[in-house]
Structures are given as structure tokens and as C-alpha cells.
């Protein structure tokens, strides 16, 4: 479990911009492949951003599965208490974003998308309160990020399109 820790300049809260590029790049991705999207294929802007979002961060989630495993666990609530959940969550993202790119059940995945990802943030929450330096398992352990409040900012996102969507 040593291997998912960030050893990085202070225990505080204190990270630079550069500790976030590869989040930066990431979603610089999800962008274009949004942008292609909605001009190549008529997408819904918001069905496409999301589908891609879930497919890029999914995506990275199972290259290298067992450290994701580990690195989830040290703050989602349900992958605390079940590592078949942990194994499982990124196939739900996998899933979510085919769903939101073919436009397939929208309501029922949308519904779905709030439920996990407000159980996520509250974990992300929790971990946040307790000051504790860890690494975000956004995208797997290919990337090391930090969780700041970045991370309850992305699973907030997310619940919010969805909600969105069911509204």
C-alpha cells in the first residue's frame, strides 16, 4: 500500500499548480474528444462530455486495477467496506460512458451516475476533513495526483450533469 502514498513537499494542504498537470492533460483529451464529438456527430454537448469523461477516467482505473483497488480504498466509503466494489467501480465508469455517448437509458445511468458519485464525494469529503495527504484515484495510479478539493469538485460535477439531466 506504500506505493500509492504521496511522499510530497508538506503534510498541509499546500500543492502546486504542476502537481495537477496530468489531471490538466486529461481533461484537455476529454475536451477534444467532446469538441469532435458535437461538431463530427451532432452530440449533445453535455451527453458527450460526460461519456468521454467516464471513458478516459475509467479507462485509466484498469491499468494498473490493483493499485486503483488500494488507492480507493483509502477513502470511498463502500469500497472500504466491499474491495469487490472497488474492483467493479470502473467498469461502472466504462459503462456510464458508453451509456452517455450511444445515448442508452439515459434516465435510469443518469439516476445511477448521482447515487455513486455522491457516495464517492462524500468519502472524498471525509478524507478532505481529516487532512490526510493521499493520492487521488481519479485517474488509476498511471497518474500521481493529489486528492484536494479538486477531487469533490469532479464527483460534484458529475452528480450535478446528471441531476441536470433528470431535471
Known sequence: ??????????????????????????????????????????????????????????????????????????????????????????????GFGLAYLFTWQIEVVSAVVVVVMLIGAYGVYLKLKEREEIPCACLGTVFKVPMTWVTLGEDLLMAGMALMILL
Open 1 to 94: 500500500m506504500n506505493e500509492v502514498r504521496i511522499h510530497n513537499k508538506a503534510a498541509t494542504m499546500g500543492h502546486s499548480v504542476s502537481d495537477f498537470y496530468p489531471l490538466f492533460g486529461i481533461l484537455g483529451i476529454v475536451a477534444t474528444l467532446t469538441t469532435i464529438s458535437v461538431i463530427a456527430f451532432n452530440q449533445d454537448l453535455m451527453l458527450a462530455f460526460m461519456g468521454w469523461f467516464f471513458l478516459v477516467f475509467g479507462a485509466l482505473k484498469t491499468i494498473r486495477i490493483k493499485g486503483f483497488v488500494e488507492a480507493y480504498q483509502m477513502y470511498d466509503v463502500l469500497a472500504k467496506r466491499s474491495k469487490t466494489y472497488a474492483y467493479i467501480y470502473p467498469f461502472l465508469e466504462l
